[in-house]
């Protein structure tokens, strides 16, 4: 009997060692601009405040960068509290100021 009960013992702790390991390819890691986390076409996973939109009237003929630039002091000097800015749309021309809920513990 002791025979058999070691070996199965061992063998299940073997096997419970070995777990799947299956990534989630949504999952990304956010780049920070002037201390606001940017989402451009994405969205946060993690639970978020909307605070309000932004937008620019002006048709915008310079770099992406500097579009970027100019929303993120946008949001910065509208909305202060923001963590984070989310493009609504491809011409980086509007976007949403968010705040992001704190974790709740359990």
């Known amino acids: 009997m002791k025979k058999v009960l070691v070996p199965f013992i061992a063998l299940c702790v073997i096997a419970m060692s070995f777990t799947l ?3 989630d390819k949504t ?8 201390g ?18 932004v937008s620019k009237a002006i048709a915008w003929s310079g770099k992406p960068e500097e579009m970027l630039n100019s929303m993120i002091k946008k949001v910065k ?3 202060p ?11 980086m021309d ?8 704190p974790a709740q513990q359990q």
């Open 94 to 101: 509007k976007a949403d100021a968010i705040q992001f809920k």
């Open 36 to 53: 606001l986390y940017v989402f451009i076409k994405s969205k946060p996973v993690a639970e978020y405040e909307y605070l309000g939109s």
């Open 27 to 34: 999952k990304a890691t956010v780049d920070q601009m002037d």
């Open 21 to 23: 390991v299956e990534t």
């Open 81 to 91: 509290k923001a963590d984070g800015i989310v493009f609504t749309s491809v011409d």
């Open 77 to 79: 000097k509208e909305y």
